[in-house]
């Protein structure tokens, strides 16, 4: 009964961290494209701005 848990207990290791890394990995991503995209608004806003005040 105890050799069973070994090799159990490392396939659950294994899994486990793996799936933290792909967390990672992806909350990572979301917040660049939330950066990315803060950034890309403010830049519209700004070239509007500065258009709008040519007149």
């Known amino acids: 009964m105890k050799y069973y848990r070994l090799p159990v207990l490392f396939v659950m290791m294994v899994v486990l961290t793996s799936c933290e ?25 700004v070239l509007v701005v500065k258009l709008s005040n040519r007149k």
């Open 21 to 45: 890394a792909i967390g990672d990995i992806f909350s990572a991503g979301i917040y660049t494209g939330i950066f990315v995209t803060v950034a890309v608004v403010i830049i519209i806003i």
